[in-house]
């Protein structure tokens, strides 16, 4: 089973309508922080450029933990944290509040959530921009979206 959660309906609507899925996937609207299934029912977890969205870190994470079976990891990446000065522009571009956080903030978080192993690292793009490579609100030049690139996305793994 692969269960994908967004709290935007819009989200989970293009989920189900914009992509192949296999018949094993599905997508409802959840809260991180009350996913709708029992103890121990996922081996692993994937959150792709959303934690710093999260209201309450703590308590989405405790709720990873929750529904993970012992021995079972979460993996978190995001692109938007303290360590990368090159995204923090983004912010104003979001319509919601969202968190900045170091990588060590967000390890002792998920320490405290339960977590018995925490590890974290840089994941670095380092494939070229394309040719037709166009400034964004984002990246303003293509040396700011290089710089970006070039500090990486933030992955952090759990193991419960």
Known sequence: LVLGIDLSDR??????????????????????????????????????????YYPGLDLAFHEVHRVLKPGG??????????????GHEWAKYIDIPVHLLAAQ???????????????QRRVIDSSPLPEDWTPTHWFPTRQDHLKFRSEGALLLTAEK
């Open 105 to 119: 903030d967000y390890v002792a978080v998920l320490k405290g959530s339960g977590f018995r192993t925490v590890s």
């Open 11 to 52: 989200m989970i609507l293009q989920a189900r309508e914009g992509y192949r899925n296999p018949h094993n996937a599905f997508f409802i609207v959840a809260d991180a922080a009350g996913i709708p299934c029992i103890h121990g029912f996922f081996d692993s977890l994937l959150s792709a450029e959303s934690i710093y």
């Open 73 to 86: 990891k979460a993996f978190f990446l995001t692109s938007y944290y303290k360590e990368n000065p090159y």
